[in-house]
Structure formats: C-alpha cells, structure tokens
C-alpha cells in the first residue's frame, strides 16, 4: 500500500528565509513523487515532480525538492522564500504500477513579511 | 488555452436530490480522477479513468458514480446525496497516470 505524510500542518517563515516543507512516503516499489501548490479558491498547480534520476529536482517559482531513498523523504525547498509563496502545499505519491496518486493532507504556508 | 472545466463552481442542494458535476477537457488526456478535499484529510481520490470507457474506484467511491464515454468528458454523479457528502471536488487530468495533473478550480457542494 502506498502512504504520504505531511508532518506539519503549518509552516511560518520569514519573507527572504528558506523554506522546507516536509513530506515522507511509503510505497512498495519505486515511487513517483510530486508536489502541488494551492492557492486560495483555485485548483491544485503542479510544482515538481520526482521519477527517476537526479535526486534534487528543480520545479516552477523557484521551488526545489530533494529525494532521500534511505528516509523515504521528498522536502520541498526555496532557497528564499516571497510572500506570494503563501499557499496550501500538497505532497502525492504514486507507487510504480499503481495507477492512482495518493495525495497528503497538506501544509499551509505563510511567508511573514 | 488548455484546461480543466468544472461546473457548478458552487452547489447547495438536499439530501436524496440526485446531481451531476461535469468535468471536461480540452488537452486530450487519457487520464482523468476526481477527489474530494475536506479540512485535515487533504485529497481523497473518488473514481479515476485510463481512458474512454474505462473507469475505477478510488479510495472513497461510496456514494458515486462516473462515467466516461468520451476523451474530454467525465462527469460525476451522486444518485442520492447525503450531507457527509459536503465537500469540495476537484477534477484532474493528465495525458497518463504518471505525469503531472492539471486540475479544475473545484466544486463546493453543500448537501443540506
């Protein structure tokens, strides 16, 4: 079975300060990661996403996430965080063969000027 | 200007009253899902679709149903409705389940 977690339901940081959003999986083969962004009243936007190969992958607006096979991790990262960063951020995975995309329960992000 | 289309954006109605929530695209993705989002639970895929006539349960299809007889088209529809069923959807698609998805702006719906 495949699992997401999302271990902060919020994350306050400062305008200009990195950011990470944490996200750990579980899947039973190789995973396909991903990191949406919502903003308010609006559909998810698709950030990043993680199949193969490097293990820093580099997405839209900046953003950047790093997977850790060893701690089954996929962290979402900007070197300096904008106010306009301020969103809801969804990690999902899908376990290779799997043909649904299991998504996290969210963490809010807010970007203090 | 490629999207996902949603309607209603909002819908109040009662219990037991039958509805539909159209979805539709216009990229040509086979692949197409819906999920529902409720506070502290994130998203919950309902029922997704490979392609044209071929649909699956997600992991909370109790209560729905969908169907897709054409590429663009996958509506979805809840027979008798109840108020645990209030909640927002969202309609994703993609050109196949492993690529990024492209979501509607989602469907408040409140079942009184």
């Known amino acids: 079975a495949q699992s997401v977690a999302q271990p902060e339901d919020q994350v306050n940081v400062a305008e200009g300060n990195p950011l990470t959003v944490k996200c750990t999986y579980s899947?039973?083969?190789?995973?396909?990661l991903f990191w949406y962004v919502q903003y308010p009243n609006r559909g998810l936007q698709f950030l990043l996403k993680?199949?193969?190969?490097?293990?820093l992958v580099k997405g839209s607006y900046g953003f950047e996430a790093e997977f850790n096979k060893s701690q089954t991790s996929f962290h979402l990262k900007k070197p300096s965080a904008l106010v306009s960063d301020s969103a809801l951020y969804f990690c999902a995975v899908r376990d290779a063969g799997a043909n649904n995309l299991f998504f996290g329960t969210g963490t809010r992000l807010t970007v203090i000027p | 200007e490629a999207q996902v289309t949603q309607n209603p954006r909002y819908l109040i109605t009662v219990t037991g009253k039958k509805l539909t929530v159209t979805c539709s695209q216009n990229?040509?993705?086979?692949?197409m899902s819906w999920y529902r989002q409720d506070p502290g639970l994130g998203l919950r895929q309902i029922y997704y679709s490979m392609n044209v006539e071929v649909t699956d349960k997600g992991d909370v299809p109790e209560g729905y149903k969908v169907s897709r007889k054409e590429k663009r088209n996958f509506p979805l529809i809840l027979e008798s409705p109840s108020p645990n069923q209030t909640s927002l959807y969202f309609c994703?698609?993609?050109?196949?389940?492993?690529?990024?998805?492209?979501f509607g702006s989602g469907t408040q719906l409140s079942v009184l």
């Open positions: 993680y199949i193969t190969g490097d293990n």
């Open positions: 899947v039973s083969g190789n995973p396909y």
């Open positions: 990229m040509n993705h086979e692949y």
């Open positions: 994703a698609s993609s050109f196949s389940i492993g690529e990024k998805l492209f």
